[in-house]
């Protein structure tokens, strides 16, 4: 399988995408149940690896990476037994962008980008999320983590005809953690209560993150041990797999069908024999695929269900 997916992550500044996206590539080298990242570029390899040690090792300010300055698209690829499922692009741009008009050229990029993703991540900085929330409040926090932009946006993006699959992060869920996990996702669907209304059509995952407890006390000092951080991208695989897997269940069954309608008599059996074998081939080798697909997507399933908060057209799953 040589598909290969875009996913685009919106956040502002200071929301950790940077930071998600190195904790995120560091667990997923070391794998989890089988399933690996890597990158063809060794050179994007060693940098984000660089980054992430720095990060690990080094005590006070020094130990973040600084803010991007510009846009530039990483290709990753996402694998099981060190054997390539699908390749996947990760737009990596400035979080002023966000905020800025559609002259801006990484604006403009990133709305290209957004527009052809398969799944797009919305960070939002658990700071915002440390307190409940009071109905004046929704307002601010929309805007603070740019959930009033990503709102518009999301709208730009469903007018273009496109339905990606929505992964919604809590990033720093450290500072937040202490507050029930319901009350926040409870929040949170308000504050993006187009995304759970039924009749919407949108597939929706709520995942808590973080790069570790500690830091809520000490964010120079406090330990890195990062939590969930490849449960976005695992979510966005798993969908992308789960439409696959459903176009090729109805490729072997028009197959079937075709190789059925062919038989239909021993004189036509006989005459269609070579078309006949072509389609009981093409059928054989598309339930060979659905099957090691359906394995991959238990596999993710059962990873995902533990930590992730699962939505379809309003109704969890």
């Not at 080798?285 to 379809?312: F, K, M, P, W």
Request: aromatic share 8%.
């Amino acid at each position: 399988m040589t598909t290969a997916i875009k996913i685009t992550s919106l956040g502002t500044s200071g929301a950790g995408k940077t930071c998600f996206m190195l904790g995120m590539y560091s667990a997923m080298q070391l794998g989890v149940r089988g399933f690996t990242f890597s990158t063809p570029d060794l050179d994007l390899d060693l940098r984000l690896t660089s980054e992430w040690r720095n990060l690990v090792d080094t005590q006070g300010d020094d130990r973040w990476p600084p803010p991007n300055d510009k846009a530039q698209t990483l290709m990753f690829d996402f694998n099981f037994g060190f054997k390539r499922i699908m390749g996947f692009e990760w737009y990596d741009y400035r979080g002023a962008a966000l905020n800025e008009t559609t002259k801006d050229e990484q604006l403009g990029g990133l709305l290209r980008h957004l527009e052809q993703s398969e799944a797009v991540i919305l960070c939002l900085d658990g700071n915002q999320f440390a307190v409940p929330l009071d109905d004046s409040g929704r307002t601010v926090v929309g805007a603070r983590t740019g959930v009033l932009r990503m709102n518009q946006l999301l709208q730009k993006v469903r007018t273009a005809g496109k339905n990606p699959s929505v992964i919604v992060t809590i990033t720093k869920f450290d500072v937040c953690s202490a507050r029930p996990a319901e009350e926040i996702v409870r929040e949170i669907k308000e504050l993006l209560n187009p995304l759970f209304i039924q009749g919407g059509k949108w597939l929706v995952a709520l995942c808590p993150i973080t790069l570790g407890r500690a830091l809520s006390n000490d964010r120079l000092r406090g330990a890195i041990d990062p939590k969930n951080v490849h449960l976005p991208v695992t979510f966005a695989i798993h969908s992308v797999l789960s439409n696959i897997l459903d176009e090729k269940s109805k490729r072997r069954e028009s197959a079937d069908a075709s190789a059925r309608s062919l038989r239909d008599g021993f004189l036509a059996s006989w005459w269609n024999r070579a078309k006949i074998e072509k389609f009981q081939r093409e059928a054989e080798e598309l339930r060979r695929q659905i099957g090691d697909i359906g394995s991959n997507l238990h596999l993710l399933g059962t990873e995902l269900v533990q930590s992730a908060y699962i939505y379809y057209d309003g109704v969890e799953q």
